[in-house]
């Protein structure tokens, strides 16, 4: 359903859950306090702030961003400097195209980079005991994130990125790059660069490198830019109200992790999503309750299990489950409207005005011969599908329920298979009751052929492959009708049978 970001202790990691999502890789000091069963806290200690030469307010940058507001732990106290001071002069000018990018534009995840497949002879000497590669200049340091991936950090600039700054060619062209961009923004009058601001840049290709500045304390994603927010809206329609765009924004920045008193995940497990989904059929929580029940233990035994220290820099991958988590209650916040005129509290209440339900002469004709089975199916995509937003809960119950279904029916279909087989070994059997047996049993295997098919075809089915099947099916005359007489067909056939 989405990618997710996550803070590490020197950068905001990245993590995927699936293609289709916002990632946000890259950000600094984790501020994260999970709820106890109690009503205790853990809280971990902030690190040294960067130096401020000031006591003025935090500045946040304006130019073509959309900012969260603020919250009132969140730390304001940093006061905006000047560009100059977080730039090296370069001497070098770029000749890269700056091209403002979502974070989801990070292609960390589909770089195709290769290892080639040399078998070399390595020694190593004697009493050597640090093992660590040299940086590729003094500027960068070399990160790994908790998943493998390797990206680079310039502490000075507060810079980030993913690019092979081992190619020497790579790394003039975004140093150059980095430069030329804090020098446009301190040329901009509507931009503001605070001591917690940073810049990701993406290697897109020779000519052309993406770029986004990052504001820690208003948790920002902003452009020097006017910028289409369409991109950040997963074909979601009528987002239009700052408020609502705040959700988005803030699963951006999930990074940061502030999980305030209005984003303890723990309550949110506890008192939100387990609660609906106990007491609702139509919760529009993301997650199934054992899922939900699951992930309620591992947040609660993150404190017991790993000790003090768990989400202050000591282990990293831990703030990256946590991290993981909110991102994807955010998101479905984001989809829900949540906070908005019409918000959808119910999986299948549709936010848009409901266009005509027509039925093709195809599927009327279709569930009369197949015994009303059509429908029934169509009913329950249509609770599954609202607003071309898929219910992955309520999908995988339907694949369940259809995939115990047409097992039953393939077991029924050999029975009465084997029962045509004796029946035809009769030798005084007229002919039209042959011909009859003859429909059944050829019925009964069509039935068998139909279920060994869909059953094959929907374990290959995941969230993903789902919202692809039926945004196809979404575009045709017909609809969802197509798909629920193809799942209706061995149900019927088993009753012609």
Known sequence: MSIFACEGSKGLLQLQVCQQAILFPYCRTPHITISGPGGGSLTPQKSPPSPAPSTSATSVATASGACVTPNSNLNTSSSAVSVSSCTTPSSTTSTRKAQPIPPSDVNRYDRKRTVPRTKDHV?????????????????????????????????????????????????????????????????????????????????????????????????????????????????????????????????????????????LLSEILMFVDLTVTITSVTSVAPFEREELEKMLDLVMNIDGSFGEGTLDGKFTHTRCVVARFMSEFIKAKFFNFCGQPGARLDSDQTIYSKGRDHQSLLFIISSLLLFGAPRTNREDLKVIWVDRIINRVLWNQFIGKLNDEWTGLALSATVILNANVAFLAIPSVQDVARLLSYLSVASSIAVVLLVLLLVRQNQKKDCEGAVTLLSRVSQSFFDTEVLAITYSLPYGLLMWA
């Not at 601001?197 to 490198?209: F, G």
């Open 123 to 263: 020694f190593i000497k004697p009493g050597k005991k640090v093992f660590e590669d040299p940086p590729p200049s003094s500027r960068w340091e070399p990160i790994a994130h908790p998943e493998g991936a390797l990206y680079y950090y310039d502490e000075t600039r507060r810079i980030y990125t993913d690019a092979d700054l081992s190619r020497p060619s790579t790394l003039s062209a975004i140093d150059a790059f980095a430069d030329q961009v804090y020098n446009d923004a301190r040329a901009d009058p509507d931009v503001e660069i605070t001591t917690k601001t940073e810049l990701v840049v993406e290697d897109i290709d020779e000519s052309t490198c993406g770029y986004y500045f990052v504001e820690q304390d208003t948790r920002c994603v902003f452009w020097l830019e006017r910028f289409d927010a369409e991109l950040l809206f997963e074909n979601i329609r009528g987002v239009k109200n700052m408020g609502h765009i705040s959700n988005m924004l803030l699963k951006l920045s999930t990074g940061e992790v502030q999980l305030s008193s209005d984003y």
